[in-house]
């Protein structure tokens, strides 16, 4: 059974950084493409970056471009979002999806809450 | 990057067809075939109905259909029940730079 479970989430002031991490199972997991899709509360989803099977190639949404890194360690079976300069827009339960633009599986999403 | 345009809300009875149109640009929606349609029920997430314009995966039922012309998709609820009540989003590949782009959603009643 495949399982995404997301962690990291938290209160965080502007201007700090976080981890988000994303334990996948039940799949080869450095076969596939992955990743992070947010939605702000009540809102819709938005699509954040996505990282190759070998990590070698890596889209950021533009709004997030030089503050969030992806990355992945396909030993851990783990993906990553690093999450620095936050501000308040970045507020959000962030979803970890399996798929390049066809995300057939998601976690659960950790919820990250930037404020003062 | 612009979201794709959807309605804000559709309807339609118990075993009745509605569909929701997903309006984009020449450079997302009418550029390629890789439309997708999420339901997501509250407090849920997204569940993949619709991938590359017309396609189901595994287990979703055949009441679900996907179809595009020019810029615009669509997705067509057929004998609707009540489960099926949900939100909506289109997702269309937006090219090497914006990559991926979703619309605002719509959300489903079933009457």
């Known amino acids: 059974e495949v399982q995404l479970v997301e962690s990291g989430g938290g209160l965080v002031q502007p201007g700090g950084s976080l981890r988000l991490s994303c334990a996948a199972s039940?799949?080869?997991?450095?076969?596939?493409?992955m990743s992070w899709v947010r939605q702000a509360p009540g809102k819709g989803l938005e699509w954040v970056a996505t990282?190759?099977?070998?990590?070698?190639?890596?889209s950021y949404v533009d709004s997030v471009k030089g503050r969030f890194t992806i990355s992945r360690d396909n030993a851990q079976n783990s993906l990553y979002l690093q999450m620095n300069s936050l501000r308040a827009e970045d507020t959000a339960l962030y979803f970890c999806a399996r798929g390049r633009i066809n995300n057939d599986y998601w976690g659960q999403g950790t919820l990250v809450t930037v404020s003062s | 990057q612009s979201a794709l345009t959807q309605p804000p809300s559709a309807s339609g009875s118990p075993g009745q067809s509605v569909t929701i149109s997903c309006t984009g640009t020449s450079s997302d929606v009418g550029a390629y075939n890789y439309v997708s349609w999420y339901q997501q029920h509250p407090d849920k997430a997204p569940k993949l109905m619709i991938y590359e314009v017309t396609k189901r995966p595994s287990g979703v039922p055949d009441r679900f259909s996907g179809s595009k012309s020019g810029n615009t998709a669509s997705l067509t609820v057929s004998g609707l029940q009540a489960e099926d009540e949900a939100d909506y989003y289109c997702c269309s590949h937006a090219g090497s730079n914006n990559f991926v782009v979703f619309g605002g959603g719509t959300k489903l009643t079933v009457l």
């Open positions: 990282i190759k099977p070998d990590g070698s190639e890596k």
């Open positions: 039940g799949f080869t997991f450095s076969n596939h493409w």
